[in-house]
C-alpha cells in the first residue's frame, strides 16, 4: 500500500507466464460496443446506398480502433488499481458518447462524436504514461504518448469546432495520422510481451458481440414481421450465423492462438497489431453488416427480391468476412495456394448471389449464403483432419 510520501507502483508489464482471462472491467467495458455496433447496423437496414456504406465504416473505425488500443493496454499491463478501474470507466463514458452520436455523427451529432474521441485518446495517455518511466530498456519514449495520444485528442477536440465537409477530411488526416505513428514506431518501446491467451479471448469476445447484434437483430425483425416467410428467413438467418461461429472459434481463434503464441516478442506484437487490430476492423465490419442486411432480409420476406443494398449488405458482407479471413491466413504463412482453395469460393459465391439480385427471392439469398458458409465449415474440418492424419504417419 502507498503512502502520501510514495509514489504508487507502476503497472507491471505481462510476461505471459501464464493462462490469464479478461476480467470483469473489461467485460462490463465491451456492454458500450453493444450500443455501438447496434447504432452502426441500424444506419445500414433497408438499401443503403454507397454513401451509407462510407458512413458505417468511417464511423465504425475510431470507436474500434479505440477498442484496440485500449485491449492491448489492458493485455500489457496488470493493472487493476482504483485509478486504472475510473480511466477505463471515463473511457466507457466516452464511447457511450460516441454511440449515441453515431445516427447523427454525419451531421448535427459531428462535434459530441468528436468530443467522445478526443476523450478515449486522452484516457489512452493516462494509460501510457507510467511505462515512460520504466526502467531501460523498456521505457516508452515520452514523445510517442504525447503525440498518439495527447496531440491527437487535442486535434481530435479543435475538429468539433470545423464546419462539415472539412471536418470529416480532418478526421480522416488524424486517423491516418495515428496509423503512421503506430506503424513507424516498429514496436520499440512495448513494455512486455503480449499475453497471447488474453488477447485472443478479447477480440473472440468482440467477434461474439458482432455475432450477437445479428442474433438480436433476426429476433427483432421476426417480431415485427410476424409471418411463415419471416420464420423461413430467420431460421436460415441463424444458420448461416451458427457457421460462421463453429468456423470461427474452431479454426480462426485457434490459429491465432498457436502462431501468436509461438511468435518472438516483436512479432507476437507485430501480429497482434496487424491481425487483431486492422484485419479484424474488416472481419467484424463484415459481421455488422451482414447483421443489417438478415434484419431487412427477414422484413422484406414476402418480396419477390431484396433491394440491391441489402444485398450488397448481406453478401458483400460475407465477402469481405472471407476476404479478411484470407489476408489473416497469409498474415500467418499460409501458402497462398493453399489459402485460395477456400479463399476463392470463399469470396465469389457471395458475389455471384449479389449479381442475382433482381431474381433471388430473400429466402433463397439467405440459403445460398447459408449454404456457402456450411460449406466452408466442412471443408476446413475435413482438411484439419487430414493434417492431423498426415501427422501421426
Known amino acids: 500500500m502507498s503512502t502520501p510520501h510514495t509514489p504508487a507502483p507502476l503497472p507491471s508489464p505481462t510476461s505471459e507466464p501464464g493462462p490469464r482471462h479478461a476480467g470483469w472491467l473489461e467485460l462490463f467495458f465491451d456492454l458500450v ?21 462510407a458512413v458505417f465504416l468511417g464511423l465504425y473505425f475510431p470507436p474500434w480502433w479505440m477498442w484496440a488500443n485500449l485491449t492491448v493496454s489492458a493485455n500489457l499491463f496488470q493493472d487493476d488499481s482504483a485509478r486504472r478501474r475510473v ?52 521505457t516508452l ?6 503525440t498518439y495520444c495527447l496531440l491527437s485528442g487535442v486535434l481530435w477536440a479543435g475538429s468539433a ?45 468482440f467477434v461474439i458481440i458482432v455475432l450477437g447484434e445479428s442474433v438480436l437483430a433476426l429476433i427483432t425483425s421476426t417480431d415485427h414481421t410476424w409471418t411463415a416467410a419471416a420464420g423461413v428467413v430467420a431460421v436460415l438467418g441463424f444458420v448461416l450465423l451458427a ?5 470461427y472459434f474452431d479454426f480462426a481463434s485457434t490459429a491465432a492462438e498457436r502462431v501468436i503464441g509461438a511468435a518472438g516478442t516483436r512479432e507476437a506484437y507485430f501480429l497482434a497489431r496487424d491481425v487483431g487490430g486492422f484485419l479484424h476492423f474488416f472481419v467484424t465490419a463484415a459481421v455488422i ?42 498474415r500467418f504463412g499460409r ?16 458475389l455471384l448471389v449479389v449479381l442475382g439480385t433482381d431474381v433471388l427471392a430473400p429466402w433463397l439469398v439467405v440459403l445460398l449464403l447459408a449454404a456457402e458458409a456450411i460449406a466452408h465449415l466442412l471443408y476446413a474440418t475435413v482438411a484439419r483432419s487430414r493434417r492431423q492424419a498426415a501427422d501421426t504417419t
Open 33 to 53: 460496443f453493444v450500443a455501438v455496433v447496434a447504432q452502426l447496423s441500424h444506419g445500414l437496414h433497408g438499401d443503403p446506398g454507397w454513401r451509407e456504406f
Open 289 to 330: 453488416s451482414m447483421a443489417a442486411g438478415l434484419a431487412t432480409a427477414v422484413e422484406e420476406s414476402g418480396h419477390d427480391h431484396l433491394a440491391r443494398g441489402a444485398v450488397w449488405a448481406l453478401a458483400g458482407g460475407l465477402a469481405v468476412y472471407h476476404g479478411a479471413h484470407a489476408l489473416i491466413a497469409l
Open 243 to 247: 457457421a460462421l461461429w463453429w468456423s
Open 87 to 138: 480511466v477505463m470507466l471515463i473511457a466507457m463514458l466516452c464511447l457511450a458518447v460516441m454511440a449515441a452520436a453515431v445516427p447523427e455523427a454525419d451531421g448535427d451529432r459531428a462535434p459530441a462524436y468528436a468530443l467522445g474521441y478526443a476523450g478515449t485518446r486522452l484516457v489512452l495517455l493516462a494509460l501510457w504514461w507510467p511505462a515512460t518511466r520504466f526502467p531501460a530498456p523498456r
Open 335 to 350: 501458402p497462398l495456394r493453399e489459402v485460395a482453395v477456400w479463399a476463392l469460393p470463399g469470396i465469389g459465391i457471395p
Open 141 to 146: 519514449p515520452r514523445w510517442r504518448p504525447l
Open 161 to 205: 469546432a470545423v464546419p462539415a465537409p472539412w471536418r470529416y477530411g480532418v478526421w480522416a488526416v488524424l486517423l491516418l495520422a495515428e496509423m503512421v505513428l503506430l506503424l513507424t514506431a516498429r514496436g520499440r518501446g512495448i513494455p512486455g510481451r503480449v499475453h497471447t491467451g488474453h488477447l485472443v479471448e478479447r477480440v473472440g469476445l
